[in-house]
């Protein structure tokens, strides 16, 4: 018992000295919402990392019900072949598109405003729902304390509520103090899985027996249902690669310098210049926090894959998660264990409750662009002292408490609406890379980059489809209608007067509204315009569509202002260039007033009278 306290405090304490801490000469930058390399781990790997708890537990829940548990280790292996794809696809990425906004910003640029728009759907879609599986699966972890796991659903929706309100509270709070707060609970639950798998080592070597089976097994599956169920299982694994656009869309929030490591190795060692330069400036600090995306799935996914058939554990077993299962074995093997299993499963809550703070910082990165380009009303962008996008984020706290309550508590019904919108971001940055390499490229550079590219947004595609038929009988159809829904609504909002942006009104509300400078406010600058083009294109097609049925109604309003090329309005040349929308500012006229314009006095003289 005494050793398992002194172990639990050391570890307790290292993780804490390790932890990022807000200078308070940063604090004015900082708060704003600029954060370094330890604040990123935190913050945008989080969702990641705590997948750990119920990636694998889904993914050999849908094997052990066909008794092809053994199957696990073909699952993990092609859940570890697409980490290392979408992985190295997005870390090429933050070299092109550095000032954020991933696969949105990417399809832009290379591919169509309409395809942008659909991305910016599904990735708030994908943001909420992430709230709803990771509140609900702390819920579960902490009743797999109590042995109570899958029972009492209001018991579920309440802890799970409960937690998405504490991450809701801290998120607005600011990014400083949420980022100290999550890397020490990463730091402890990093050490302390090290310890369970040892403890899962000893236990093996000790020859624990096997749980015996406590649940019954579905009928023998055909080769062909095998296969099928294989899929479905392997595509459950693969969820948490939603970090993967976190990051790139998050990017905007990491501060551009040199992580510490980065500043010692080109001091110390130069001949490794190239990788210095990789990991340089802020996209060198998200490839930092991409680079664990490209193992660590992989590795923890057979690792309890591996310990989960060797002592027959899944979800579900005795009351606990797969997860709950092996930390029960594991630390059981060393003095005073169950004060750490129980430290774990409330970790696990904590962590669990903490992903959700990837999802709400890039809701706040999301919603405010997509208030500029015309997809959401105004009034959503406000942004107070600490940085934070509050309604943004009050809204998406809100619409995941409303969903847990709809899906009764259950994180196994929330999770295929959650998998399926993971890809199609993915599948689109992929092409939109091809495209890039294809315009900026020569030679076998070109002709290789572009297949490997191309090669891995069909991959996603694949994955995105399969997600959807894999899930069918979960409710994929029902994805279906609800994927389709949103994008006809976003297109709708575009097309009432909300969704009218002049130059005037997006300068107002990225320059002075969302309070962003720089580079990022010229790509949604440009982003806007282009999407203003875009609204009015589908404004012309619907009165020549109506036209052909004897309907003429001419088109209520101008042609909007051109967005020009995309290197031309972020000034790449010239990056201390003023706003691309400054030309236009100066010769739009006052809007008008009740009673007319004001009066225009000249200047008096000392007693107040016009000379």
């Known amino acids: 018992m005494i050793f398992s306290i002194a172990l639990l405090l050391l570890i307790a304490f290292l993780a804490f000295r390790a932890s990022p801490i807000e200078k308070k000469e940063h604090a004015h930058i900082h708060g704003a919402g600029q954060i370094g390399l330890l604040a ?29 548990e053994h199957w696990g280790y073909i699952a993990a292996a092609i859940i570890a072949v697409a980490n290392i794809s979408f992985g190295a696809l997005y870390m090429y990425s933050l070299g092109i598109f ?112 096997a749980v015996a089976a406590t649940e019954a097994v579905g009928s023998a599956a055909s080769i062909w249902q095998a296969l099928y169920h294989l899929l479905t299982a392997s595509m459950k694994g693969m969820v948490a690669l939603s970090g993967l656009e976190a990051m790139s869309n998050g990017i905007q929030f990491v501060i551009h310098e040199d992580a510490s490591i980065v500043k010692w190795g080109k001091k110390h060692l130069p001949r490794w210049k190239k990788l210095w330069e990789f990991y340089s400036g802020k996209s060198g600090i998200g490839r930092f926090v991409q680079t664990s995306f490209l193992f660590y799935g992989g590795l923890t996914t057979f690792m309890l894959t591996a310990f989960a058939i060797r002592f027959n554990v899944f979800d579900g077993t005795l009351g606990r998660t797969l997860v709950g299962n092996l930390a029960f074995i594991g630390f059981d093997q060393i003095p005073g264990g169950i004060i750490l299993f129980w430290v774990y499963q409330v970790l696990a809550v904590l962590l669990l409750a903490a992903a959700s703070m990837t999802a709400l910082q890039d809701l706040q990165a999301t919603a405010w662009r997509d208030v500029a380009i015309g997809e959401i009303p105004e ?127 997006i300068h107002r509300i990225v320059r002075e509204k969302a309070r962003i400078q720089g580079a990022m406010a010229s790509i949604v600058e440009w982003q806007s315009l282009r999407m203003q083009e875009y609204r009015y294109n589908l404004l012309v097609w619907a009165a020549q569509f109506f036209e052909l049925f004897g309907v003429r109604r001419p088109v209520r309003y101008e042609a909007p202002v051109p967005a020009g090329d995309y290197d031309h309005a972020l000034h790449v040349d010239h990056p201390e260039a003023p706003s691309l929308l400054q030309q236009y500012l100066v010769n739009l006229p006052l809007e008008p007033r009740l009673g007319g314009a004001p009066r225009q006095t000249l200047p008096g003289n000392a007693e107040g009278k016009v000379e």
């Open 379 to 505: 009034v959503v962008v406000y942004r107070n002292r600490q940085g934070t996008f509050t309604r943004s984020v009050t809204a998406g706290f809100i619409i995941a408490v409303a969903l847990m309550l709809l899906v009764r508590g259950r994180t196994s019904v929330a999770m295929p609406f959650y998998g399926v919108g993971v890809f199609m971001p993915i599948m689109v940055m992929g092409f939109a890379i091809r495209k890039h390499i294809l315009a900026t490229s020569t030679g076998r550079k070109r002709v290789w980059g572009a297949r490997l590219a191309g090669s891995v947004g069909t991959l996603a595609a694949v994955v995105f489809v399969g997600q959807i038929v894999g899930k069918w009988a979960e409710g994929g159809w029902v994805v279906l209608i609800s994927f389709s829904i949103l994008v006809l609504a976003a297109n709708g909002i575009l097309l009432s007067p909300i969704g009218l942006r002049d130059p005037k009104t």
């Open 40 to 68: 990123a781990v935190a913050l945008f790997g989080v969702d990641y990392f705590t997948s750990y708890f119920y990636a694998t537990g889904e993914m050999m829940h849908v094997l052990h019900s066909y008794g092809l």
């Open 98 to 209: 550095n000032e954020g906004g991933g696969a949105y910003t990417a399809s832009m640029r290379y591919l169509k405003p309409g395809l942008s728009l659909v991305v910016a759907v599904v990735l708030i879609q994908d943001y909420v729902l992430t709230i709803v599986v990771s509140a609900l699966s702390g819920s579960d972890q902490l009743l797999s304390i109590l042995n109570l796991y899958g029972k009492y659903w209001w018991l579920h929706f309440l802890i799970g509520a409960t937690l998405a309100s504490i991450t809701y509270w801290l998120t607005i709070r600011g990014r400083g103090e949420s980022a100290r707060i999550v890397f020490t609970l990463l730091g402890v639950f990093i050490m302390l899985t090290i310890v369970m798998f040892i403890g899962l080592l000893v236990a093996n070597g000790r020859a624990i027996s």
